[in-house]
């Protein structure tokens, strides 16, 4: 039989991996909070989740990922706000997995409220996603094509610091769909 | 010597121009699929009524005009390019697409959907289910209530308010990747979305996060082969 023995926290210390301050931000959780209105009421532990909740420090919060339609519209028109995109932020409901797009005769910006960037709950990912969306609204009449605004926009979005923090899934797929356009100028 | 020389100087010439020109070129890429580069459809085929899988081509192609069946319903123009996932769904321009359905071998057409209107807002289109009628006559066969549409493979109801269409008409070879994002039951608790189309809330579960990429990319298409639509042969190729 294999003797158990206990390590000292040099050993441990040893032995373990070492978690980085981004990845410590991860486990440790924490919370960007805001009111059904959109109001963002404060910031609270260390993470990058989205609750709604009716004060900074209510026991009762729910995830804005399951949160009704206006709700979500509401803090995601904060958000928008914050980094300066023109007009208001528009939901969809489409069927193909898209988790953004905007309308280029409108300037309208909409987010899929059927997509896995929902499910995601992250802060990070909804602000990449948005500083993504807003170099195309910036870019509107450029004389430049589609899929060349599309890796400039990937450049915007992976430039913004709001990318150190976005999920691991939403970081390999934006890194993918860059590497995708950089090398054959098409998402293929 | 002095001849070799001549020679030895074209041919060195002849070199660094080409690799001169190699320079001034994208670089070969190492992420591409090479699945998703054939693909020339927006189309989706259900396995087992569950998993969502690409299709490189739509068992409509033998139709000449399917892509322009309802023109006349001005159907909104997908954007350019919305942020969408690598190898969620072909990321093609169409005014609309199929979902396909193989069930005991049997290729079906389950329902139509436009590619770029959200999923409750059908009726505005097609306020009497018109696109039905329209794909009958284009494959000359009928919807049919002997194969209805799955009731678990997605979380909002299907429009198509009768059953399947056999694609009896369909003799051919399709490829088929799995899609990086399937719904399998999805995620988190239910969510309330009212819907107008059903005149209802529709309680659905997020999509679980996507297949990892590095996964996927190893994951081989399949090809697949019909006979008046009878999956007559299955294999794995070596594309990816």
């Excluded at chain 1, 990845?23 to 009421?41: D, R």
């Excluded at chain 1, 993470?47 to 004060?55: L, M």
């Excluded at chain 2, 107008?196 to 399949?222: C, H, M, Q, R, V």
Aim: proline share 5%.
């Amino acid at each position: 039989m294999k003797k158990l023995t206990k390590k000292s926290l040099d050993e441990l210390a040893n032995s373990m991996s070492i978690i980085s301050d981004a990845e410590q931000m991860c486990y440790n959780g924490g919370t960007y909070v805001y009111n059904s209105a959109g109001t963002y009421l404060g910031y609270r532990g260390t993470g990058s989740d989205v609750v709604i909740a009716s004060s900074l420090y209510a026991t009762q919060f729910d995830s804005i990922s399951v949160a009704d339609d206006q709700t979500i519209l509401n803090v995601l028109n904060t958000i928008a706000r914050g980094i300066g995109i023109n007009g208001t932020i528009g939901l969809t409901h489409a069927n193909d997995n898209r988790f953004a797009e905007m309308d280029s005769t409108t300037g309208k910006i909409s987010i899929n409220a059927y997509s896995e960037l929902l499910s995601s709950n992250n802060y990070y990912d909804y602000l990449s996603i948005l500083q993504h969306e807003k170099y195309h609204q910036m870019t509107i009449g450029y004389s430049t094509t589609w899929e060349q605004n599309e890796y400039q926009a990937f450049i915007h979005q992976i430039n913004d610091s709001s990318f150190q923090n976005v999920s691991v899934f939403l970081r390999d797929y934006t890194i993918d769909n860059y590497n995708n356009l950089h090398n054959s100028q098409s998402y293929y | 010597m002095k001849k070799y020389n001549y020679f030895l100087l074209i041919f060195l010439l002849i070199n660094s121009l080409i690799g001169l020109i190699e320079a001034q070129q994208f670089p070969k890429s190492k992420n591409l699929s090479e699945f998703m580069r054939k693909s020339k459809t927006t189309d989706i085929v259900y396995i087992n009524d569950t998993v969502i899988y690409l299709m490189n081509k739509s068992p409509l192609e033998v139709f000449s005009g399917y892509k322009d069946l309802y023109a006349s319903f001005n159907l909104p123009q997908p954007p350019n390019l919305p942020w969408m996932p690598y190898g969620a769904r072909v990321n093609l321009h169409a005014a609309y697409h199929v979902t396909w359905f193989i069930r005991d071998c049997m290729l079906y057409l389950g329902d139509i959907e436009i590619q770029n209107a959200g999923i409750c807002d059908y009726k505005s289109f097609f306020p009497n289910n018109e696109q039905y009628p329209l794909m009958e006559e284009l494959t000359n066969v009928k919807f049919d209530k002997k194969y209805p549409l799955p009731s678990n493979s997605r979380p909002w109801p299907y429009h198509n308010p009768t059953g399947m269409m056999p694609a009896t008409w369909f003799n051919d070879t399709i490829l088929i990747k799995i899609s990086t994002t399937q719904y399998l039951g999805g995620q988190g608790r239910l969510r309330p979305v009212y819907c107008s189309d059903f005149n209802d809330t529709i309680w659905f579960k997020l999509p679980a996060p996507p297949i990892k990429l590095d996964k996927w990319k190893k994951i081989p298409s399949e090809e697949l082969v019909f006979k008046n639509g009878r999956l007559i042969s299955r294999k794995t190729t070596d594309i990816y």
